[in-house]
């Protein structure tokens, strides 16, 4: 999981091919790391068509809704991941109000609550007795 902050007027697009260039690569049980996503998952305000084309270039299969395409692509099912993942994250009380004085320390207790909310979905190894 990558995690941003950024300014509250900044436009969400500018930020996709940054975001998908800092994914460290995932190792997986055989075979090289994924280095990349399989898909991009997004609603209508990444869905520019230079963010679209320049995802498709990455090699990404790009699941952005273009801007004034009509509502119902069938993308809720997915999107519910992405938002009840937004939803965890605020759920943090320090960071629902920006207490700290430096975007760095904004930033952190950002990454230590994606690090909780991914140390959550591990599996229970309960050993054997």
Request: charged share 20%; with cysteine; proline share 8%.
């Amino acid at each position: 999981m990558v995690v941003r902050t950024t300014p509250a007027n900044q436009r969400e697009e500018t930020q996709t091919l940054t975001l998908l260039r800092a994914m460290p690569s995932i190792p997986g049980p055989q075979g090289r790391p994924r280095t990349k996503p399989q898909a991009l998952v997004g609603d209508r305000g990444y869905g520019f068509p230079w963010i679209i084309a320049a995802v498709k270039r990455l090699g990404i299969t790009s699941l952005l809704a273009p801007r004034g395409s009509d509502h119902g692509s069938g993308l809720g099912k997915i999107r519910y991941v992405v938002e009840q993942t937004l939803a965890n994250i605020g759920h943090c009380r320090r960071l629902k109000f920006c207490y700290e004085k430096t975007q760095s320390m904004f930033q952190a207790f950002h990454e230590l609550a994606a690090a909780m909310l991914c140390f959550k979905q591990l599996p229970r190894h309960v050993p054997a007795l």
